[in-house]
């Protein structure tokens, strides 16, 4: 069975990033992820982990830019380099923290050559890194537009290309929802090479309860498919993360 992953860049915000960690441990997560760890210190980080006897699913490669709209590199041609002194930096925090997945962020570009750059980039740090699980994630093009991976079909393409074993999919419903649609066909064609599964509802990207999206068909698709990684929970609450969690007590365990 599947576990729940709580992403403490978007839950809990109502405490500092520090004491999200046993807020997310008080409501019964035994797992966390987040968008990006780098900064704080990779001790502060196992601190907390460890305190709250919590396993970490996953953080993002680091995206030094953000503010400025940078969501990285990997796909962008002339910027290997960075891209590798970038990849470099996340395996030095997960040596210590061991999280089950990086997920490696593409970028804004477009083109043959971005998609050149991106599976070279890729051969390499499934290479470098062959012990440690990494994940390329489709992201629609309404919530960023101008990156590069905003389809299924094409990220799938990808990863058998690269041909990696420790490369595979990060399936995220709410970006399958508003670029697919059919969120059932999708994770039956695409689940197969899926390694880690995140959640938001839609419209909106709150709570994954009421909306368009059926979590409780989805949810139960995902276990009868056999699926046992991680969920993790990426949304905006749409008031205390802690007042929204009725989904999460429902959910399957």
Known sequence: MFRFAANLSFLFTEHAFPDRFAAARTAGFG???????????????????????????????????????????????????????????????????????????????????????????????ARHAPDQSLTIEPINRADMPGYFLNDFAAAARIITEVGAPNLALQFDAYHAHRIHGDLTALWARFGPITRHVQIAGAPGRHEPAGGTIDYTAFFGQLAQSGYDGFVGAEYHPAGTTTAGLAWFYRAPS
């Open 31 to 125: 797992a966390v992820e987040m968008l990006f760890p780098y900064a704080h210190s990779i001790d502060d980080i196992r601190t907390w982990l460890d305190a709250e006897t919590l396993d970490l699913a996953l953080f993002n490669t680091p995206v030094h830019d953000w503010a400025e709209g940078g969501r990285g590199v990997a796909a962008i041609p002339g910027e290997t380099g960075r891209f590798r002194d970038e990849f470099d930096l996340a395996l030095s925090y997960a040596e210590e923290l061991r999280p089950a997945h990086i997920h490696i962020m593409s970028g804004l570009s477009a083109g043959s050559a971005a998609r050149d750059c991106l599976i070279d980039n890729l051969a390499w740090a």
